[in-house]
């Protein structure tokens, strides 16, 4: 036993040096210490060994699991059953492996069962390139490889080859090719082409190439074909799309130009032209720098020509613009400071003439918003300072609010102790803090932007705002919170309101309407109000029997009684307005409709009274992983009224009554409603008469005088292959991500809207979604001549559903019970064929209507490989 270990030890040591390059020769037998040779000239065994010229450089690590075999004299090492070897940075994993250090090849091969199956095929990963293969073989020194039945991924792409070669900085060259971004073995497309070239992390590049389509050649050919695989930043053109319009003709869109211009910047430059004369061009440039800020600005101008220019009857044009800017500061860049921006700035016929989804379609309201805040640190003090933008395409009502800013000083304790010892006496929680606002603020027409009459409807203002307040536990249940606040305001003009019988009310299409004129100053204003509430909650609980699903309910009471005293510091600003014809008239401020608000009219001295409500009930649920298998449900999330009574008014002491309901039933149906009823009597002119309703005989709170109320619902099946998945398309637009992928996000999300069907869920077999809102007014409207009842209800309704895994069918409407019309519809057809998406919209009536067939290659290298056909059409 022991000479076969020796053997074994000295054929592995041999086997190590000659699989190091170093010649049988070179293990020279060392002299014999027998002989008398001086110690200096005995030969240094230590030192590093001379290596022949076909060496290897680095060592071979290999491993197998079945059996590995070294032929030494052969140099050679032949690896069985799930093998892998590693020089350098290549990795090769394959059924059978064999490393020829003599010739400095490497081979690799698969295996078959006893079906005849393959199994173990070679795969190659070097320098982060990996490809498959039924056999290769790899020269360890130049780097060159041959592959037999390749298949590469490249990105979203796949490319199989016949036979190809690779070269040492990783180009190939391959023959009998098929280029495709089906991930399926047998692809359901392809392009063929009979040599290929590949340039790593750049370009596909193939000569004659013919189209593919489940393996059945199609009269398509192309002379030559050019694939980008490029990752990172890259600049190019940018392929149009063919689109057909009624109004603008035959036109191509989005086509243009992309600039990479470094690691902080870039620019894509897009144009639309059509037949008939119309074009747009947009040029979004986004930047950025790491951990410091990041943004996306968008600049569109669009010339739309309608008719024939020779007819001036039937021609109109019109030029319109949008402007959207997005900024987002790295909160690590500035501690205590942050600016950001979401702007989004047009013409009112933008949208009409060159946005067709659904979303922006049924949103008439824009906005925008710039701030900057700052909050100091160890400080109370906080500064915020804006810009603010909102607008209705419908009405072209524009209201641009700069500077917005506010200031406020956090609540300080005074007299509070710097090391609190124990309980802190009473007068040490009296708190004070301070807030202000300034506002200027410009409400006018969209025509009139930039011009006189703009600046001549700025409104100017500041509030102050001093609050003195703390609050104390009394008899254990109890919160008692004394209080004093005070208010003063600050106006740059104000409002002189009278009755004109002479002028022309095109509302009532009468003579009599109200003149109102602007009378430049300042104008201060103040409102000081003291106050002591008292508040605490009451719980209630029935409970059932043992046996009973439901096993109680709890109702939470949270009641609030106060009084406050405010005398009447502002009555030289009140008068009384006529507003009709027949002499009526109401109390009016000389400020109302100030961006700032106004100080409450008259004095008043009473007592101010609320209630809040919770219910909650707790069933029976198997579901329940608890011992009691019992779950919460809340019947009412809250419920209750306001009101006050004013002790110290000469008539209508009693408010109106403030009612408020807010639920989640069964964690489906969100239901939030509100309201506000007046308890007095009203004559034939809808005036009120001091006289509660009640005292007629009625048992009634009192006439509704405002509501409203809302309901939304969700319903979907289960996801089938992921309950997590979350479709977030339409947060795109709210979250306002500004990477560098920005302005790229933001055209994927406009194809969404324009071709809702080309992006549905197929693995959600049903989904729909259902709202619903009413309101209601009745009330004296002092522009609108007397009193104005008014009911708007709108339902709208958005779901699909697949009659198939692989068909789908969806709408998204409404219906407008004021107007009776269906609102603004979009229904679509989906087909999923794995590589391309086949999708139908329809938008069949209203002002814009619309009808699309396309399809489209799923993969993104492939985007610009679409077919449409859209068919648009107006009516006004």
Known sequence: MELICRLLAISLTAFIFIAAGIP??????LPDTKDSLPLDTLPDTLSTPKLSKDSLDAP????????????????QILLYGTASSKYKNTNISAEHIQVDQERGMMGASKGTDLQGK???????????QSFESDSMEFNLSSHKAKVYHTRSQYGESFLASDASKRMPDNTIF???????????????????????????????ISGPANLEIMGIPTPLFIPFAIFPITQGQRSGILTPQYVSNQQKGIGLENGGYYMGLGEHFDLTLRGNVYSYGSWGLTASPTYRKRYKYNGGLTLSFANTRFGDPAVKSEFSASKDFRITWNHSMDSKAHPGMNFGAAVNFGTSSYNKYNVYDYTTRVNNNIGSSITFSKSWQGKPYNLSIGLNHSQNLSTRDVSVSFPDASFTVNTIYPFQQKELNGNPKWYEKIGISYNT??????????????????????????????????????????????GINYTEYWYAKKFIRRWNPNKFNPGLDTLGAIDTTYQP???AARDISASMSLSTAMYGMYTFGKDAKIKAIRHVMRPTLSVSYRPDLSSQYYHELQYNKQGDKQLVSDFDGAIIGVPSPGTFGGINFGLDNNLEMKVFSRKDTTANHEKKIKLLDGFGINGSYNLVADSFKLSTFSLYARTNLFDKLNISASGNIDPYQVDSRGHR????????????????????????????SKDKKSQAKEIKIDSLSNIQSTDAAFSAQQRQLQMVRNNPGEYVDFDIPWRIDLSYSLAYTNAIIVDSGGVVKRITQYISVNGDFSLTPKWKIGVNSGFDFTHMQ??????????DLHDFNLSINLIPFGTFRQFSITIAAKAGLLRDLRINRTKQFYSY
């Open 24 to 29: 049988h020769a070179s293990l020279r037998k």
């Open 60 to 75: 071979i690590h290999y491993k197998a699991k079945d059996s590995i075999v070294m032929r030494v004299p052969q140099q």
């Open 689 to 716: 008469i001091d006289k509660y309703v009640w005292q007629q005989g009625k048992i009634s709170l009192g006439r509704l005088t405002n509501a409203s109320i809302s309901m939304s619902t969700s319903f979907q």
């Open 118 to 128: 393959p199994f173990g095929l070679p795969v190659v990963d070097d320098n982060g």
């Open 521 to 523: 100053g300042f104008y």
């Open 174 to 204: 391959g023959f009998k090719n098929s280029f495709t971004t089906c991930d399926l073995d047998t692809p359901h497309f392809a392009f063929r082409a009979r040599r290929i070239k590949v340039i790593p992390d750049k370009l596909v």
């Open 822 to 831: 269906v609102a603004y519809t979009n229904m679509y057809i989906s087909r």
């Open 437 to 482: 606002i300034l506002r200027n603020q410009a409400n006018f027409k969209d025509s009139l932007f930039g011009k006189q009459a703009m600046f001549d409807a700025m409104q100017t203002g500041m509030q102050h705002n001093i609050p003195i307040s703390f609050s104390i536990p009394v008899f254990k249940t109890f919160t008692l919170s004394p």
